[in-house]
């Protein structure tokens, strides 16, 4: 048939003519009997040929009417060629914008890119369906060949559509088209589209790129707050130096909140970055929360976290559950957790007031007894525990007390010591200042006080055999010395010798008078220290070695006369300070009098002890009364105390034949642990330095929470990174494990991690926990693992993971689950039976830590899961 066409369309023709895909051929070339009259449309009959051909006259007028509706077309073609240029610019620009990190920016730009591929489809089928006129007859007749963008649509000729019953015939008669004004109007619509879709996509980037603005300079919020006097300079600090990881955190929390109704618990860095703002002030955490979109818990929420612990007076049940799992994570590693004892009173404000449930103000020993007969409290009797092997302090317990006698005291710290001693802990120093009271209390435990018998030491209320060491805080002691030397004036040591504050008085003048100081920090506060009596660096530095070294050069170097015979005071400065410093180590690193106490160094510091001991009984006053029998032996006979205590305890856990440390900081025995977290209590709300009752027990409840408190500078400035042991968790997770901890923590402190058996049989470091399953529970797991297999092909439905969980009986012939089966029964692959023996492993080693309960609570799964999946990849137990 095209053969046909062929030869008849070049029966005349002087040129030959060779169609091409997209060739047509007018309906006019065809006779009446070849056509079909279908409605407005003609079609042509399966064996049509061509076989009329106009003359040359009418071939003209046919070329001069194609020509001009040709043109019209190429003009509307070349109109639509804009327009999609033009759109596909406008593509092009949006596609480039795709620097929107929100959700609501991503699914329009998938919106955007769904609409180009659709309007990609519209082109293509514009152009599958617009066909070129090859040929126009000419009145020499001749054929005219158009080019390709020429589109023959007159509207003086109709259209036609061939239903040949072969390919040929379809191709050939391609040319039955929409109209391209159609199209246009299509794309047209399809702009506009784009154009409004632009506009919704540019206002949430704008959305986002703000959103990222705040979240992303959290310094420029605590700025804010600063500048509208929400928040004081410690608390800009804190969050400006602490909470590096928040921003992060909080566009988690933006991205996801509007996905999901309940986001579960919030991160421990958005946590403790909410709790430190509100401690510090409920105001600014309020403007924060409205002003900014952070993402922060509602304060009804921080309030159920508070709610979930009891903090009232007496000792505080959820620090020593926290305590208790500390000892058994620590019984995981075989270690200890030997902590240092402390106690102190901080005063509270007289007041009694209603605090919606009872009223709050009068004396409170924990005994659950509210009478307002009772006085009312003035001070805050606080025992803290810090550990001297890790970098954790926690508040055990507090009493709201109007003056306890010494014998009273002494029956609450044998009751902290049997509750410390209940939970695991080890108590090996108890630490207090130096009132009357407080040396009534140590006698009454057993320590002997006298100089002539000093026994730094007393019986374990619950260990006869263990032995607990008295400090007297060296804080305070060396502000008690400073005060002697500077109230007395003089001193003697043993040979006579005069000791003078005139001489550090005349050094300061000196430097004043100079404009330079002689590389010490001595200043007119260190001079007129009254008015700062209980900051402790001003003691510590007047008696520091940079003072006595410049009293040193000034006597022997430039021969002042006002400093001669300084030399005895040159030396009971360097006596003090190096004792100080030998009780107040804290870098492991450090050198000299600084350093730790090891077994190296032992007898090296016990020697300059027994010598400062033997300086300090040799001292007197200025009548030549011992200073240990003086009204002023507090300080004095402080340091004697600790000396001792500090031979002794460094002979028990350092220099012993199995010792328990390494290394002993004695800063771990100091007090300033309770004295950070007093001051802590007092910057709550913004800073109160005479809280009352209700308000130290909120500040209390909320310092046991996680979060980043820190003090001002006070008595005493924080010297080492001791934290709060956090003894409250998420909401999610109470009435579960005492304390939120990683999965590797909960592996070790239910021994779920396999420990193998020495291979050397001198190797006493662990004790092997492997654990035989007996034949009757190798059957049982193995039953068990087909019920897995059950359950696990409701959940997932990929063939290769289920063909990984079963095998044949073939591979199982002895199992118990084999002889079971009538063929309804899963039968479980070897691996997977492996993997539901290791579980049971890990259970029963769980039961024999946990005493023969089986725990619960959040991460005890997932510890499980992986300390499982460990074992099983070990050994390449994962086979069919």
């Known amino acids: 048939m095209y053969a046909k066409w062929l030869k008849n369309d070049n029966k005349n023709a002087q040129v030959k003519f060779v169609p091409t895909g997209g060739s047509r051929l007018c309906s006019e070339h065809f006779s009446s009997d070849m056509k079909e009259e279908g409605g407005q449309r003609v079609i042509l009959k399966p064996f049509a040929v061509p076989t009329i051909f106009p003359t040359s006259q009418v071939m003209k007028n046919e070329e001069a009417s194609t020509k001009k509706a040709s043109s019209q077309d190429v003009v509307e073609v070349e109109k639509f060629n804009c327009m999609s240029d033009e759109k596909s610019s406008l593509v092009e620009t949006i596609v480039m914008n795709e620097d929107s990190v929100s959700d609501e920016a991503l699914s329009l730009q998938v919106v955007n890119e769904e609409i180009i591929a659709m309007d990609c489809v519209s082109m293509q089928e514009v152009i599958e369906k617009i066909t070129i006129e090859d040929n126009v007859s000419t009145p020499g007749g001749k054929r005219k060949y158009l080019d390709e963008t020429e589109i023959d649509v007159s509207a003086s000729q109709k259209r036609a559509r061939t239903t040949s019953s072969s390919e040929k015939g379809a191709r050939d008669h391609s040319y039955c088209i929409k109209s391209p004004r159609r199209v246009r109007r299509q794309v047209d619509d399809l702009v506009v589209k784009l154009e409004n879709l632009q506009k919704r996509l540019n206002t949430s980037q704008k959305k986002t790129r703000r959103r ?13 707050l600063r500048e509208k006097n929400l928040i004081n300079s410690d608390c800009v600090t ?67 976290w508070y709610s979930s612990m009891n903090g009232e007076p007496g000792f505080t049940k959820d620090a020593l559950t926290a305590l208790k799992a500390k000892v058994l994570a620590a019984k995981r590693d075989n270690q200890e957790v030997v902590c240092a004892l402390m106690l102190d009173e901080m005063a509270i404000r007289k007041h009694v007031e209603w605090d919606g449930k009872q009223f709050r103000g009068y004396v409170d020993l924990g005994t659950g007894i509210n009478d307002d007969s009772l006085p009312e409290a003035t001070d805050a009797l606080v025992f803290m525990a810090v550990s001297v092997n890790s970098g954790w302090k926690v508040p055990c317990g507090y009493f709201l007390v109007n003056g306890l006698t010494g014998e009273q005291k002494a029956n609450l710290t044998k009751e902290c010591i049997t509750k410390l001693h209940e939970v695991g802990v080890k108590v090996v120093s108890f630490t207090c200042d130096g009132p009357t009271s407080h040396q009534a209390m140590l006698k009454l435990l057993g320590a002997q006080l006298s100089p002539d018998n000093l026994q730094a030491y007393f019986q374990h209320p619950c260990d006869p055999k263990a032995k607990i060491y008295i400090f007297l805080d060296a804080c305070h002691m060396i502000k008690l010395v400073r005060n002697t030397m500077s109230d007395y004036k003089v001193l003697k040591d043993k040979d006579g010798n005069t000791i003078k504050w005139q001489f550090v008085e005349e050094l300061h003048k000196l430097q004043e008078s100079e404009g330079l100081h002689l590389a010490n920090k001595l200043r007119s506060a260190h001079i007129k220290w009254k008015p700062q009596k209980m900051k402790v660096n001003l003691a510590a530095q007047a008696l520091s070695s940079s003072v006595a070294d410049a009293l040193e050069y000034c006597e022997g170097k430039l021969k002042l006369p006002q400093f001669q015979g300084c030399g005895p005071t040159v030396q009971c400065i360097r006596v003090f300070d190096h004792l100080f410093d030998v009780l107040n180590s804290r870098n492991p690193l450090a050198r000299n009098f600084k350093a730790p106490i090891r077994r190296s160094n032992y007898q090296y510091t016990k020697r300059f002890l027994d010598e400062a001991s033997e300086y300090i009984r040799n001292l007197k006053g200025p009548d030549g009364q011992s200073i240990l029998t003086s009204k002023r032996k507090t300080g004095f006979l402080g340091f004697l105390l600790c000396i001792n205590a500090v031979v002794g305890l460094a002979e028990d856990l350092v220099n012993a034949e199995n010792p328990v440390l390494k290394y002993l900081l004695t800063y771990k025995m100091s007090q300033d642990h309770l004295e950070l977290f007093f001051s802590a209590v007092r910057a709550c709300g913004g800073w109160n330095n005479n809280p009352t009752t209700r308000q130290f027990v909120a500040a209390y409840k909320q310092l046991l929470m996680r979060h980043n408190i820190e003090g001002g500078r006070g008595n005493c400035t924080p010297q080492d990174d001791t934290e709060i042991l956090n003894s409250v968790q998420d909401q999610h997770e109470i009435n579960s494990v005492p304390t939120g901890i990683s999965d590797v923590a909960i592996a070790r402190r239910y021994d779920l991690e396999l420990r193998q058996p020495a291979t050397d049989e001198h190797d006493y470091c662990d ?8 034949e009757y529970k190798e059957a049982a797991i193995s039953y068990i693992a087909g019920y897995v297999v059950k359950m696990v092909e409701k959940k997932i439905h990929c063939p290769q993971c289920l063909a990984v969980l079963t095998t044949s009986k073939e591979s199982i012939p002895d199992l118990f689950v084999t002889w079971k089966t009538n063929g309804g029964l899963k039968l479980p692959s070897l691996g997977l039976i492996k993997i539901c023996e290791e579980t049971e492993k890990c259970v029963m080693r769980m039961l024999n830590v946990n005493g023969g309960g089986l725990p619960h609570g959040a991460g005890l799964s997932s510890a499980i899961a992986t300390t499982v999946l460990s074992a099983v990849l070990q050994v390449g137990s994962l086979v069919r």
Request: proline share 5%; net charge positive.
């Open 238 to 304: 804190i969050l400006e130096s602490t909470f590096s990881g928040v921003p992060k955190e909080l566009m988690k929390r933006l991205v996801t909140q509007k996905k999901k109704k309940n986001l579960g618990a919030y991160p421990p860095e958005l946590r403790s970055f909410a709790l430190t703002l509100k401690f510090y002030s409920t105001k600014a955490y309020n403007y924060v929360r409205k002003s900014f979109d952070l993402g922060l818990p509602h304060v009804n929420v921080i309030r159920s």
């Open 212 to 224: 990222n603005k705040k979240v992303s300079t959290l310094t420029a919020v605590v700025s804010e």
């Open 767 to 774: 004790v092997s926990n492997a654990m035989e399953l007996s």
